[in-house]
């Protein structure tokens, strides 16, 4: 027996067009309560429209919604937004210039629940401002009175739109780990909503990778890095090298060495530059082909004797020269069938 029967999100098999556009493709997605899922995807590949229809700013053409196990979109039925105990947070986040702070985050709110403003204020770290309009914050504050609005009703989901797109890097940094422990303080269910990889890894509990309309896998980010699906996702999350091999009686023989799987047939071997070790070697059949020095570490590009290239991502020493011999060892590799392969 599961503690909790029902996620705090279940999207089964949503579709949507607009026109001759696929948004969504079916969308199918569990969020379990108190974490921070994020959806990861290209621009274009149905992210906000996921979210709006969660939220219930937009109606599928197909599939469904339940929030904590209550259905708010099926064939036949639809809750408003208001309805729904789902805060958003939006881009530009969607302030009322000619309001206060304070005006701000009442808007919305009912007459009994206004003591929740000077909460949410003091949650996010805003007290001192209440009075000032929007204009006269920084981008990171402002971003805040949206965070705060969206919390002061209680909502038991919040999703976020891409809510750091306006803040400059130093200050996304700061945003996006104050955000966490609000968060985390508000017990709130969090969705986020972004195409950068690094943010993605690096603040989610659960990553949910997109495709065209649909999740192709959701999983903790180092699951995510270490097993991804597909190569696709592989590719999409993080640097990566396709090797090519035959597999056959448990094991494929490739150009750096023989890998134990249980496929058969044309398979290719994904390597991660983190899992390639690589040692000078006058004896080495490989050479190094070039490096990218970045201080912290440095990505080498090695050419193996058939001509195939892999990467290395290695500390900042030692510091190989371009065509030092060099011989190779593979860590952790993930191996995929070859989609149309006839054996
Ligand atoms: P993402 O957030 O991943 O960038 P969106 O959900 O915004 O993707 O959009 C998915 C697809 O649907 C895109 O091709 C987009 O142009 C299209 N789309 C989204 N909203 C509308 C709309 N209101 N009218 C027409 N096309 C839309």
Redesign the pocket.
């Known amino acids: 027996m599961t503690e909790q029967a029902n996620p705090t999100i279940r999207a089964r098999e949503v579709s949507k067009r607009?026109?001759n556009?696929?948004?969504?493709d079916g969308f199918s997605l569990d969020v379990w309560k108190g974490g921070l899922l994020t959806l990861l995807?290209?621009?274009?590949?149905?992210?906000?429209?996921?979210l709006?229809i969660i939220a219930g700013f937009d109606r599928p053409d197909s599939g469904s919604v339940d929030l904590n196990g209550t259905p708010v979109v099926s064939p036949g039925l639809y809750t408003p937004p208001e309805r729904r105990s789902v805060g958003m947070v939006f881009q530009d986040y969607a302030l009322f210039p000619h309001m206060t702070v304070e005006q701000n985050i009442a808007y919305g709110l009912g007459k009994d629940r206004r003591h929740r403003i000077a909460e949410a204020l003091e949650l996010v770290g805003l007290s001192a401002v209440a009075k000032r309009h929007p204009h006269e914050l920084s981008g990171g504050q402002q971003q805040r009175v949206a965070l705060a609005r969206a919390i002061a009703p209680e909502p038991e989901v919040i999703l976020f739109?891409e809510p750091f797109s306006n803040l400059d890097a130093t200050l996304r940094d700061r945003v996006r780990r104050e955000l966490r422990s609000i968060l985390t303080n508000a017990d709130a269910t969090a969705v986020f909503?972004t195409?950068d990889q690094e943010e993605a890894l690096a603040m989610s509990d659960v990553v949910a990778v997109?495709r065209e309309?649909r999740v192709l896998q959701a999983a903790p980010p180092d699951l995510l890095y270490r097993r991804p699906a597909d190569p696709w996702t592989a590719a999409f999350i993080g640097d990566a090298d396709f090797l090519d091999g035959h597999a056959s009686g448990g094991q494929v023989a490739t150009a750096v060495g023989v890998f134990p799987t249980d496929l058969t047939g044309r398979v290719s071997v994904m390597i991660r530059p983190e899992a390639v070790r690589i040692d000078p070697d006058p004896a080495g059949a490989a050479r190094v082909l070039d490096r990218e020095y970045y201080g912290h570490d440095q990505l080498v590009t090695v050419a193996l004797e058939n001509g195939s290239i892999v990467r290395s991502r290695m500390g900042p020493w030692p510091v190989l020269d371009v065509a030092t011999p060099v011989t190779i060892s593979i860590g952790e590799t993930s191996i995929f069938p070859v989609p149309g392969d006839p054996s």
């Open positions: 607009f026109g556009t696929v948004a969504l995807g290209p621009s274009g590949c149905g992210k906000t429209t996921a709006r739109d909503v195409h997109m309309g």
